[in-house]
């Protein structure tokens, strides 16, 4: 089995292949780390429309960097020979807003009229503040990042509406504006912070408790640090308990063929 | 009659008001100045998602402010109290692609499934431009920007495809790179140039004969710069020629009240 060194420096397209033989099921942060890792919506082509001016309406949880042509696996922009059906190391099958399954290929749920969305991660931003000196306190102590709903309204799209859920990530405070100025630069995976300080201010009550994913250290002299997640798609694309959605399982992304930089601007 | 000075330095609504009782029916440049403006592109909700999806998928050429509910005129985004139908000060009907009218009200052209889509204007960048100290030649000739058809292949969607078309401003060669900063800070508004000097090698043969606007001077030492240009929806719309397609006249454009700095980036 690779390990995740030799993985952070492999293409995507052959991690992506390793995936879809099923030899790599485990959740994508770390491998090949200077490339853009997305999350996966999938509706019918009836959903799809709203779906998308929902993401066009809220560019900061839902960055939109790929949408398939209905009936098409392929994402022709970000990896023209990717297959969104097997490339995903987990999915999630949900049924009017449950999850009902979680597996490793999705052909068999496969129609001639669905749309897949990818949506720009995090991960991205990630490498970019690491570059810049700011360490990332999830990584630091092996877990997932934090994540909280909040009270940030989302602009609403036909079904699709909630509010915004926001991934932090605590930096000390003589770093904070850095951390802004580095994710500014990268608008297409959620961009420059949505909130600094306070979590009460956007409705968050305990930053002990987040709401998925899991608490970390803040540490003295650190402000918490709050950017728009992409999440926030899912947890909207369930609120309006769809026929069928298929998503990503946490962690466990699509890796485009795109490089981080190409993504920023200046 | 109010001058152009009185009108660079009123309020969008006040404008948007004068443009609706007829008031005011000539081109918006110079209009509101701090104010975003944008073009605009009215489909019926049949071709709205593959519109929708074109302008996803090609950001520079179309970059999205607002999409309106499928049947309401309202830009709820970015003018709420605004209407996509009275308050643009001319507009050009098209059926199967051709121009068929000019007129200043599309009430009675409005159907229950329309979907209008408003795109940036890069009268925004112009201001970021000049507040940098670079003049804008076409405003110093009182002309319109110079346009051409460009051999850049847009990304296609659904029945929309074709090449993008580009504005062009000569810059002095010193002041090139600066040109191209400003404008990355304003990707939702055509952003960073997509081409800087030699017309040919983006299949443009005489610069001298522009497909849209006016020609204007290059100077000695100036460099052309060329970006893409919110004619090219409009122009990939036509070619795919829907039974009807309402468009702004061109320099007519639906003024927003969003200030210009709203859209930059860092």
């Given at each position: 089995?690779?390990?995740?060194?030799?993985?952070?420096?492999?293409e995507?397209?052959?991690?992506r292949?390793?995936?879809?033989?099923n030899?790599?099921?485990?959740?994508?942060?770390?491998?090949a780390?200077?490339?853009?890792?997305?999350?996966?919506?999938?509706?019918?082509?009836?959903?799809?429309?709203?779906f998308?001016?929902?993401?066009?309406?809220?560019?900061?949880?839902?960055?939109?960097?790929?949408?398939?042509e209905?009936g098409?696996p392929?994402?022709?922009l970000?990896?023209?020979s990717?297959?969104?059906?097997?490339?995903?190391?987990?999915?999630?099958?949900?049924?009017?807003?449950?999850?009902?399954?979680e597996?490793?290929?999705?052909?068999?749920?496969?129609?001639?009229?669905m749309?897949?969305?990818?949506?720009?991660?995090?991960?991205?931003f990630?490498?970019?503040?690491?570059?810049?000196?700011?360490?990332?306190?999830?990584i630091e102590?092996?877990?997932?990042?934090?994540?909280?709903?909040?009270?940030?309204?989302?602009?609403?799209?036909?079904?699709?509406?909630?509010?915004?859920?926001?991934?932090?990530?605590?930096?000390?405070?003589?770093?904070?504006?850095?951390?802004?100025?580095?994710?500014?630069?990268?608008?297409s995976?959620?961009?420059?912070?949505?909130?600094?300080?306070?979590?009460?201010?956007?409705g968050?009550?305990?930053?002990n408790?987040?709401?998925?994913?899991?608490?970390?250290?803040?540490?003295?002299?650190?402000?918490?640090?709050?950017?728009?997640?992409g999440?926030?798609?899912q947890?909207?694309?369930?609120?309006?308990?769809?026929?069928?959605?298929?998503?990503?399982?946490?962690?466990?992304?699509?890796?485009?063929?795109?490089?981080?930089?190409?993504?920023?601007?200046l």
């Amino acid at each position: 089995m690779k390990s995740i060194n030799d993985l952070s420096t492999m293409e995507p397209k052959e991690i992506r292949e390793l995936v879809k033989q099923n030899k790599l099921t485990r959740p994508t942060s770390g491998m090949a780390v200077d490339y853009v890792q997305a999350n996966l919506v999938v509706l019918k082509k009836e959903l799809a429309f709203d779906f998308l001016l929902f993401c066009q309406r809220n560019p900061k949880s839902c960055p939109l960097i790929d949408v398939t042509e209905p009936g098409s696996p392929i994402p022709a922009l970000v990896a023209p020979s990717g297959d969104i059906r097997t490339e995903l190391p987990k999915y999630r099958i949900y049924r009017h807003g449950e999850l009902v399954e979680e597996v490793t290929d999705i052909t068999s749920y496969w129609e001639d009229d669905m749309v897949g969305f990818l949506i720009g991660c995090s991960f991205t931003f990630e490498q970019a503040l690491i570059n810049n000196g700011i360490k990332i306190r999830h990584i630091e102590e092996g877990c997932n990042v934090p994540m909280y709903k909040t009270n940030i309204q989302c602009e609403k799209a036909g079904i699709f509406h909630g509010q915004m859920v926001t991934s932090m990530r605590p930096v000390s405070e003589k770093l904070a504006v850095r951390a802004a100025q580095v994710t500014s630069r990268f608008p297409s995976v959620h961009g420059a912070p949505v909130h600094i300080g306070n979590p009460a201010t956007i409705g968050i009550e305990d930053i002990n408790r987040p709401d998925f994913g899991d608490s970390v250290t803040i540490k003295e002299g650190e402000v918490p640090i709050f950017w728009a997640c992409g999440v926030t798609p899912q947890a909207v694309a369930m609120e309006a308990k769809p026929e069928l959605m298929i998503t990503h399982a946490p962690g466990h992304m699509f890796i485009t063929d795109v490089r981080n930089e190409t993504y920023s601007v200046l």
